[in-house]
């Protein structure tokens, strides 16, 4: 029974029962078309019809607040925001709020100093992860290492967009003197296969420009390397991935069950040292503390 009265039939609540089952079994965010994959492969519904179905009692459930579904259980599948990059430190300005006083401003520094170091200077290359699924996001920051940069397409990327990662790369490259390689996770259907290749395309045109008209760099083949990690088309018997229901032939990444995706997404860390970002991370955590007790004792 929700707040307002709302009470569905025995069906539907079953149907609302499984959903949210599966909404619990990953810790992270997922879409009405990733639960409406698991009900597909769980018998709940046995074809396409099903998910306009699915959206309507999931969305009149999120609205009423029927159980425990809430407006934001779900990620929005249309509209979700765009993860730029990985491990940046970002702060919200609102007009007219900010620290009481200089005591609450101290302490606030206090408690978050911090020296990020390139964590990539040791690396023997420089990683990016690019993905189709924008509203999947939340999968790959979980799966992926906390370190990677991501880039969530959301339909086919901007010019803008396509500008800055040029700019990136090659600065990255410049920066670091090592492989760049981009690791692509998208649908296997036409257009998933179309816009990675036409977006590289772009990328790399532009980043060589910048490399040779900005830095005075001779590009190498093999300096960016792009590689699509999946949906390829030897995965889908491989990993029993589930053929779109809406268009036979083609498979979504949602399609992929959370181990399936994980399989694939932790594919990204094979050239990375993983005690290199350690040995980092324990060396910020050292910096951090000292001057955490230079600012006590000063104070």
């Known amino acids: 029974m929700s707040q307002n009265g709302y009470k569905p039939r025995p069906e539907t609540q079953r149907i609302l029962e499984e959903a949210f089952h599966w909404v619990q079994s990953v ?10 994959y698991r009900l597909l492969q769980t018998g709940i519904y046995d074809d396409k019809a099903g998910y306009k179905h699915l959206l309507g009692i999931l969305s009149k459930a999120r609205k009423e607040f029927y159980g425990s579904w809430r407006p934001w259980t779900l990620a929005d599948d249309t509209r979700a925001p765009i993860l730029m990059q990985r491990g940046g430190y970002y702060t919200l300005y609102c007009r007219g709020w900010g620290f009481k006083d200089e005591e609450e401003w101290l302490a606030a520094i206090k408690e978050e100093l911090n020296c990020p170091l390139n964590r990539w200077v040791d690396q023997p290359a420089y990683v990016e992860i690019w993905f189709e699924a924008a509203a999947m996001q939340g999968q790959f920051l979980h799966y992926a290492n906390e370190n990677i940069p ?3 397409f959301h339909g086919d990327v901007s010019i803008p967009e396509k500008w800055r990662s040029a700019k990136r790369l090659a600065e990255s490259l410049i920066a670091l003197r090592k492989p760049v390689h981009v690791y692509y996770f998208g649908d296997l259907d036409p257009k998933g296969l179309t816009i990675p290749n036409s977006a590289w395309h772009d990328v790399l045109t532009w980043a060589i420009v910048i490399l040779r008209d900005r830095f005075g760099f001779e590009y190498k083949s093999g300096d960016l390397r792009f590689e699509r990690v999946g949906i390829n088309e030897d995965q889908v ?7 779109n229901p809406e268009r036979p032939g083609t498979y979504q ?16 860390s094979e050239l990375l040292d993983m005690e290199v970002f350690d ?3 324990d060396e910020e955590e050292d910096i951090r503390t000292m001057f955490q007790e230079r600012l006590e004792h000063s104070s």
């Open 253 to 268: 990444w949602e399609g992929l069950d959370d181990h399936q995706a994980e399989l694939l997404i932790s594919r990204s």
């Open 27 to 36: 810790p992270y965010q997922v879409t009405a078309r990733w639960v409406f």
């Open 279 to 281: 040995r980092v991370k």
């Open 237 to 243: 018997e491989e990993l029993g991935i589930p053929e």
């Open 150 to 152: 991501l880039l969530a």
